[in-house]
């Protein structure tokens, strides 16, 4: 009998009892995992489309108006600006060394002056276009090639040229900028006072003739019309 229990009692120990956490899992992975609901993304009501439509309309008509500028619109304005520029940079300093603003006639000499000691590239200039700068100076400033290659994007044979000339090679742009400048600047009325027999060498005579600045006097009002046109343009350029 005592060989029996003891049988009984080793099998006994050899089963192990299911625990309450056991059970507890086999009851979590029995229950099915139930994904969240995926909410859809409001859609756009018909009067919003119609907004957006509209204001895309709208956008595309008026950038439609804006006309784009051309490389030769581009130049003109950076030209008409820099010639402002010129004008009142001249102004403000006369202003701070004679204590008044130059009159029109006064900005005529001026523009004069920076022409005649803008000789020798003026010469340098003539060469590289094959112009004759010995004659007349308003045939040489208004001739349509010189006028290109000081005005347009400045070739690097004639910046070199103009650097040998001058010695200055730092400047040799812009000193031909100057030129530019100056000369572009001047009313046309003025050269109808210098005359087509005028050489620019004898630019620095009539700086000094008083019966040249007389001439120039009566045509003040109209000089002073064509700076204030360049200044305006200049502000909407």
Same mark, same amino acid.
């Given at each position: ?10 099998? +006994?120990?050899?089963?192990?009892? =299911? /625990?309450p956490?056991?059970? @507890? =899992?086999?009851?979590? @992975? ?12 409001? @859609? ?11 204001? /895309? ?9 804006? &006309?784009?500028? %051309?490389?030769?619109?581009?130049? %003109? ?10 004008? #009142? ?13 130059? $009159?029109?006639?006064?900005t ?10 803008a000789?020798?590239? #003026? ?11 010995s004659?007349?100076?308003i045939?040489?400033? /208004? ?11 400045i ?10 000339? /001058?010695?200055k090679?730092? $400047? ?17 009325? $003025?050269? $109808?006072?210098?005359?087509? &027999? ?5 630019? %620095?005579?009539?700086?000094? +003739? ?26 909407r350029?």
């Open positions: 009998m005592d060989s029996v229990k003891d049988e009984m009692t080793d099998e +006994d120990e050899g089963v192990e009892e =299911e /625990t956490v056991a059970e @507890e =899992e086999a009851e979590e @992975e029995a229950v099915a995992v139930i994904p969240e609901e995926v909410k859809p993304e409001p @859609e756009i009501g018909l009067e919003e489309h119609e907004i957006i439509d509209d204001s /895309t309309r709208m956008y595309l008509h008026e950038i439609g108006r804006v &006309k784009l500028l %051309k490389a030769a619109e581009e130049k %003109k304005l950076a030209s008409l600006i820099e010639q402002g520029r010129y004008l #009142v940079k001249f102004e403000d300093t006369y202003f701070n060394k004679h204590g008044r603003y130059p $009159s029109e006639v006064d005529v000499l001026y523009l004069l002056s920076r022409l005649f000691r000789y020798p590239i #003026v010469k340098v200039v003539g060469k590289h276009v094959g112009l004759d700068y004659g007349s100076v045939k040489t400033i /208004t001739n349509p090639k010189f006028r290109v290659a000081i005005d347009d994007e070739d690097a044979e004639l910046a070199e040229a103009v650097a040998q000339e /001058t010695g090679r730092a $400047s040799a742009v812009e000193n031909i900028v100057e030129l530019s400048l100056s000369s572009s600047l001047l009313p046309p009325q $003025s050269l $109808s006072v210098i005359g087509k &027999k005028a050489t620019l060498r004898g630019i %620095k005579a009539l700086l000094s +003739d008083k019966k040249f600045i007389s001439r120039l006097k009566p045509y003040a009002g109209q000089f002073g019309a064509y700076f204030d046109r360049v200044r305006k343009e200049a502000e350029a």
